[in-house]
């Protein structure tokens, strides 16, 4: 059996805030050969806003997401000649957005929610492992065969109590062979970037973490099926199917699960949510276990100055599916790592959180060429040793991001000023 250790290996981010900024307007979008839809996305009967809601140009692969308060930003090139933008959110009817080739701001979206609750006879005759253990079977037909080049966009913050101290983005390529083979020979390149830090000696800190841009690869469950999906895995974990929820229209098991062997390294709990007809895996959320704190930090923390002690709070991971041509592709990326550190000698400890997330906003299939692996970010680099400083106003042109939120938007603000 792999340790935890073989099973993460690579998902490592360099944690390292220097001095030395650049004041620049931020977020600022040029117009060229595109043109921009903003808005936010909400619940039709409640009103609120929904996060992590997948924004799409129809018919195509060119898309983004909504941020943490339901606001999006899609840019559609004239040349594509969209008629409308798809909006679909877990739960919730697909709703299909018209455009007509002129920008627009301020729209506002309306999801309405919509249940299938299964039959109970059905969803008390299944047996949850065989169903998880059918899907594993199912990977080779519902994924991708060919190799991939996908594009999409990563961002990375850390915040220092409730203050962001490094802001780190970048446009990003992602080569995947086919999900019948392994992690060999996926890589990702850093395409263009940029990063804003922290200038204050008191907000330094070096440690080794779950997360940066190689994310994409070994947080995709389904391809890597070391995190909990092997045949030697699954067997560790005891489930449960207790609902069922639609997802793009179509009805999904919504399959719980949790630890239920000991064993030398930390494991996880979650849900994974399954396509009832294809048995396609469309979104896996999943946290670290925390029961035993020194195997949770085994798991996630890779190196610390001697005299710094560490303590995990939470790690947790969300990835998602989106179906095309009727194969399920690779759409959502996000890790959130909790962490208290503090000094020897010193009276109160320092709370950290860093999210990692990459949402896929196009690629190609078929003739995709590997990334050459000088060009290859390697799991031992940095982000903000790759990219540059906030100094173009026009930095991101006409590629997708995710829309930044206020207060990411003030924070920036600040770290411009000191």
């Known amino acids: 059996m792999k340790t935890r250790i073989n099973q993460i290996k690579g998902i490592l981010l360099v944690v390292l805030l220097i001095s030395g900024i650049t004041p620049v307007t931020l977020w600022s979008q040029a117009t060229k050969d595109f043109y921009a839809v903003k808005g936010v996305v909400k619940d039709k009967v409640s009103q609120k806003t929904l996060e992590y809601a997948s924004v799409t140009i129809s018919g195509t692969n060119v898309g983004t997401i909504t941020n943490s308060r339901g606001e999006f930003s899609i840019k559609i090139k004239n040349s594509m000649n969209a008629k409308s933008v798809e909006i679909s959110h877990l739960g919730y009817a697909t709703f299909h957005l018209p455009v007509n080739g002129e920008s627009a701001k301020d729209v506002t979206v309306y999801l309405t929610p919509k249940s299938n609750l299964l039959d109970e006879i059905t969803v008390y005759s299944l047996d949850p492992q065989g169903l998880v253990e059918k ?21 990375e913050t850390i915040r220092k109590r409730h203050s962001y101290v490094n802001v780190s983005e970048a446009i990003v390529e992602i080569f995947k062979a086919p999900y019948s083979e392994g992690l060999d020979r996926d890589n990702v390149q850093i395409y263009k970037g940029r990063k804003l830090i922290s200038p204050k000696l008191q907000d330094t800190l070096l440690v080794r973490l779950l997360g940066g841009p190689n994310l994409s690869l070994y947080i995709d469950v389904v391809k890597n099926p070391d995190l909990m ?5 699954i067997p560790n974990y005891k489930y449960e199917i207790v609902e069922s929820v639609m997802i793009d229209e179509r009805p999904h098991y919504v399959v719980y699960f949790k630890p239920q062997v000991t064993l030398p390294y930390a494991l996880y709990y979650g849900k994974m949510y399954i396509d009832k007809e294809s048995l396609a895996f469309s979104r896996i959320e999943f946290s670290l276990s925390m029961d035993d704190e020194t195997k949770a930090t085994q798991a996630i923390l890779k190196r610390k100055p001697m005299s710094m002690r560490f303590k995990p709070e939470e790690v947790s991971f969300l990835v998602t599916y989106k179906l095309r041509n009727g194969l399920s592709n690779l759409n959502y990326i996000r890790s959130e790592v909790r962490f208290k550190c503090d000094w020897r000698r010193r009276l109160f400890s320092t709370n950290y959180t860093v999210v990692s997330e990459t949402v896929i906003t196009g690629g190609k299939t078929g003739d995709a060429k590997r990334i050459p692996n000088k ?15 906030f100094l173009d106003e026009n ?24």
């Open 135 to 155: 899907a594993v079977s199912k990977i080779k037909n519902n994924y991708s065969g060919e190799d991939n080049l996908l594009s999409g966009f990563y961002r």
């Open 229 to 233: 999906l092997s045949w030697e895995n």
């Open 375 to 389: 060009l290859a970010f390697n799991a031992n680099q940095s982000l903000s040793d790759k990219v540059t400083n």
């Open 395 to 418: 930095f991101w042109e006409d590629y997708n991001i995710i829309e930044p939120e206020a207060s990411l938007e003030s924070a920036v603000n600040r770290l411009k000023k000191q």
